[in-house]
């Protein structure tokens, strides 16, 4: 049987604002919930044997195929794979992620969340990152532009004092590739009121 995954709709798939959120999401179980349902719209799909069927649920959110015995959770193959973090706090950090204009930082993230390490904020940071990347997206060609700058990077730890004590700052290398699409210009018509 040939199951599309439509995409998903506002209001209906993924809440239109905080408050909503905060109501979808009360608990770890409607968090499950919530990401089965998108997973499998038609219904539970046994990744061993393809059999549709309603699982027999075991201990720990295992799902066990009633045709198979495969056990899965409804986490497994995704970004969320593996990890000790609560569903509900990827999914906030999700629709951080999302809805912040200038992009967000592990930092940022830490303290928005209350995540007890910068390594856990930077560890789903770069997850979420890496499933952002689209499959199968056109590689530059033609003319590429390649230019590369440094990146100070401050410690915060150790501000720079009135009494003259430095900072320790560190230069991180940034490359970057920009395709040349000729002409170069920003309109293809630009304004009758410009045109001179």
């Given at each position: 049987m040939d199951i599309h995954i439509l995409a998903p709709k506002a209001g209906e798939d993924?809440?239109?604002?905080?408050?909503?959120?905060?109501?979808?999401?009360?608990?770890?179980?409607a968090c499950l919930s919530y990401l089965e349902r998108l997973r499998w719209p038609a219904g539970f799909v046994c990744p061993a044997c393809s059999c549709i069927d309603q699982p027999y649920r075991s201990s720990r959110g295992r799902m066990v195929c009633r045709d198979c015995g495969h056990q899965c959770t409804v986490t497994a193959g995704t970004i969320f794979e593996k990890t000790r973090t609560p569903l509900r706090v990827w999914l906030a950090a999700a629709w951080y992620l999302t809805s912040q204009k200038q992009g967000v930082n592990a930092l940022g993230l830490q303290r928005v969340l209350g995540l007890g390490s910068y390594q856990t904020a930077w560890a789903m940071?770069?997850?979420?990152?890496?499933?952002?990347?689209?499959?199968?997206?056109?590689?530059l060609h033609g003319k590429v532009e390649v230019d590369?700058?440094?990146?100070?990077?401050?410690?915060?730890?150790?501000?720079?004092?009135?009494?003259?004590?430095?900072?320790?700052?560190?230069?991180?290398?940034?490359?970057?590739?920009?395709?040349?699409?000729?002409?170069?210009?920003?309109?293809?018509?630009?304004?009758?009121?410009?045109?001179?």
């Open positions: 993924y809440p239109t604002d905080w408050n909503e959120f905060l109501t979808w999401f009360a608990s770890e179980e940071l770069h997850r979420f990152r890496a499933a952002m990347v689209r499959p199968g997206r056109e590689l590369e700058t440094y990146l100070a990077i401050s410690d915060r730890q150790n501000p720079v004092t009135a009494k003259g004590r430095k900072n320790n700052t560190a230069k991180t290398l940034i490359v970057i590739a920009v395709e040349m699409l000729e002409p170069k210009r920003l309109r293809e018509n630009p304004p009758a009121a410009h045109r001179r």
